[in-house]
């Protein structure tokens, strides 16, 4: 099946830093979402992004479906981003597969 | 809109009892799904469906069994509950199948088997 890798595992940020988060995949999809777990376990759709770039206030997505990647990028960050991210991937309808997540942590 | 809901949002089970856990929504959507979190494995896909009616495995079914009566009701049914089943459980639905439109999330339910 399909390897999902992120990158990288942990991250520890100031307040008003920039980041950027990866994730690789290992073979072909035709579908990539990015996701925020807030420090309560809620679990948040921050894009759908199969391919192409996004941009949702301070957040923006891009993936290289060609290349087997996608970015995710955290400008300004803020104590509220903290969280794990994850990225999941799926092909030709079936179900997301999951990767392991980024835990970030971001201190004021 | 209430968007996924899952019930209870807590649950202590002793090993060899079977309980099911709940999850509905009401976005009409066709495709609904049960994950499990364990500390450093992420999320693995225990069973989805397509539909009513329609149901199948994903990476870790075993010890679960699942229905798909409506589309909005999608419980998942612990047979025999084993301490490996002690884990914090997601449902989650969309509009198309598998990952072809943002999935949603409901908020868990963290399950501890004694």
């Known amino acids: 099946g399909i390897q999902v890798e992120q990158s990288p595992p942990d991250l520890i940020l100031q307040e008003g830093a920039n980041s950027t988060l990866r994730c690789n995949f290992s073979?072909?999809?035709?579908?990539l979402q990015w996701f925020h777990q807030n420090p309560w376990g809620q679990l948040i759709n921050l894009f759908y992004i199969p391919s192409g770039t996004k941009q949702n206030g301070r957040l923006s997505a891009t993936t290289v479906a060609t290349e087997r990647y996608s970015l995710l990028y955290i400008s300004s960050s803020q104590t509220t981003d903290s969280g794990v991210y994850f990225c999941a991937v799926s092909w030709a309808g079936t179900a997301l597969i999951f990767g392991k997540g980024t835990t970030l942590s971001v201190s004021s | 809109n209430a968007g996924v809901t899952q019930t209870p949002k807590f649950q202590v089970l002793k090993t060899g009892q079977s309980m099911t856990l709940q999850c509905a929504q009401d976005m009409n959507h066709e495709y609904m799904s049960w994950y499990r979190q364990d500390p450093g494995m992420g999320l693995r896909l225990i069973h989805y469906s397509v539909g009513a009616g329609i149901t199948d495995q994903g990476e870790v079914p075993n010890g679960y069994n699942v229905s798909r009566s409506t589309t909005e009701d999608f419980p998942l049914r612990l047979l025999s509950a084993a301490p490996s089943q002690t884990s914090v459980y997601f449902c989650a639905s969309s509009a198309g199948q598998g990952g072809n439109s943002p999935l949603h999330f409901g908020n868990g339910t963290r399950l501890t088997v004694t």
């Open positions: 073979d072909s999809v035709n579908n």
